[in-house]
């Protein structure tokens, strides 16, 4: 069996993720965990993102089989509140009424019409048809039918709208279109034990941003799976961020993550930087919520800095305790992958999520969404971020809510999917050939793909 982490670890001795993340106090366990399971190292054929009989059989075996993200919780926090989660020709209403979450095929029992328009959230008193006003109570139960006596047949107390299971878990809600498919818990696997120290749900959607990008679903988002572009595609990061040294960890079918850290050269980096020209230089994914910059005392490091500074701000503007989170806690890149299509991350310093699915029903067009996180203020005042739609050909920084350095990243990040696109097409191997560490993870992802493909799970 190869070792994989032997083989990091000797490639770059002392300068892993976890060599980096430890100079400033032990790490949690959860943390120093490692998993990285031999693999079949396969070429992956180009048809899985470009055929469209494939792209047919993944809605029908995987789609309508999986838990997949829908809205945050605050977008549904009181009674009447309702959100709409298209995925391909799918669309799911989710509501809350007066005893919790429910959710319903967004279609009308009469001629089929959607009952809430694709993309829309907001309140209504009650669930109602655009075209003939039929109408059914938050809860699917039906309320009225206009002149009912033309439909003989319906019984009324067997007409409710047809449910697809709905349930929450750290401030996100999930939906699944199997009436038969295992609890969300179950399908969570490990994520909830290693999220027990990592609380979103006292957080909120502060900017919302969703662009329609031109790739597959799944190569669009398999370029946040790997930082093995990192140096090529952003070569301003590397004096400050770790890429190739990152720790990649595969944990069970439905779990992966990455872990990067800030404040920290890439071992591709030719620049030799103080730890003060560090702290100055060092990218965080939402600078709003560090502020300005402070000075790296003697014996610090300006990841130490960084974190200590990010917790006193936490504490100030939001009375929460961060104490006993470490530094890599705080401040790093702690990416966590959830099948099919949803990425979060945890860390107040870099709070995201990140989610890829088809746009439609076309196999070569994807959308993305991204939610950047804050903490709920002390007064309990916010307003959850309405989303903000960018074409293919708009920038990131047009949105004003937006890091500017994030924005960037991202910018940088999709600009390149056209080119991957044709080439798929154009290719004459018809092929991909993975890393056995940096891009394990794409991998494992067709490797789960494969198993719903094939009727294994």
């Known amino acids: 069996m190869h070792d994989i982490q032997q083989t990091m670890r000797n490639r770059y001795p002392g300068n892993t993720w976890a060599d980096v993340a430890s100079r400033d106090g032990a790490l949690?366990?959860?943390?120093?965990?490692?998993?990285?399971?031999?693999?079949?190292?396969?070429?992956?054929?180009?048809?899985?993102?470009?055929?469209?009989?494939?792209?047919?059989?993944?809605?029908?075996?995987?789609?309508?089989?999986?838990?997949?993200?829908?809205?945050?919780?605050?977008?549904?926090?009181?009674?009447?509140?309702?959100?709409?989660?298209?995925?391909?020709?799918?669309?799911?209403?989710?509501?809350?009424?007066?005893?919790?979450?429910?959710?319903?095929?967004?279609?009308?029992?009469?001629?089929?019409?959607?009952?809430?328009?694709?993309?829309?959230?907001?309140?209504?008193?009650?669930?109602?048809?655009?075209?003939?006003?039929?109408?059914?109570?938050?809860?699917?139960?039906l309320k009225g039918i206009p002149c009912d006596f033309e439909f003989p047949q319906v019984d009324h107390a067997r007409a409710n709208l047809v449910e697809v299971q709905v349930d929450s878990w750290n401030g996100m809600v999930f939906v699944n279109f199997d009436r038969q498919a295992a609890p969300l818990v179950d399908y969570l696997e490990v994520l909830p034990e290693h999220f027990q120290n990592w609380d979103l749900s006292g957080w909120y959607v502060a900017t919302h941003v969703r662009k329609h990008l031109p790739g597959n679903w799944k190569l669009s988002m398999e370029a946040f799976m790997e930082a093995y572009h990192t140096p090529y595609v952003h070569p301003e990061m590397t004096n400050v961020v770790g890429d190739h040294n990152m720790q990649h960890d595969i944990f069970s079918d439905h779990v992966s993550r990455d872990l990067c850290a800030m404040g920290s050269p890439s071992p591709t980096s030719r620049v030799t930087m103080s730890e003060q020209e560090m702290l100055d230089s060092m990218l965080v994914g939402d600078g709003r919520m560090v502020g300005e910059r402070a000075q790296v005392p003697e014996g610090r490091t300006a990841r130490w800095v960084m974190a200590e500074q990010l917790r006193q701000r936490m504490h100030e503007a939001y009375g929460l305790d961060y104490a006993r989170h470490s530094v890599p806690e705080m401040i790093d890149s702690l990416k966590y992958h959830l099948f099919p299509n949803l990425l979060v991350y945890p860390a107040p310093g870099l709070c995201l999520v990140q989610q890829f699915r088809p746009d439609g029903h076309d196999r070569d067009k994807a959308i993305f969404d991204q939610y950047v996180l804050h903490p709920i203020p002390r007064d309990g005042d916010f307003e959850v971020a309405e989303v903000e739609i960018i074409r293919e050909d708009d920038s990131f920084s047009s949105i004003a809510s937006m890091d500017p350095f994030l924005a960037s990243v991202l910018d940088q990040d999709t600009d390149i999917m056209r080119w991957q696109r044709e080439g798929m097409y154009a290719s004459g191997k018809g092929a991909e050939t993975l890393s056995i560490y940096q891009e394990a993870r794409i991998r494992h992802l067709h490797d789960t793909l494969d198993k719903y493909l094939e009727g294994r799970k």
């Open 28 to 141: 949690p366990e959860v943390l120093a965990r490692q998993s990285n399971p031999e693999q079949d190292l396969r070429d992956i054929g180009f048809e899985r993102y470009t055929d469209p009989d494939f792209f047919d059989l993944e809605v029908e075996r995987m789609w309508k089989r999986v838990w997949q993200f829908a809205c945050r919780v605050e977008h549904v926090a009181e009674v009447g509140d309702f959100f709409v989660y298209d995925i391909g020709r799918m669309s799911v209403l989710v509501v809350r009424n007066d005893t919790g979450l429910k959710a319903f095929y967004n279609s009308c029992l009469h001629r089929g019409t959607k009952l809430k328009a694709s993309g829309t959230c907001g309140w209504s008193a009650n669930i109602t048809c655009p075209f003939h006003n039929w109408q059914w109570n938050l809860d699917g139960s």
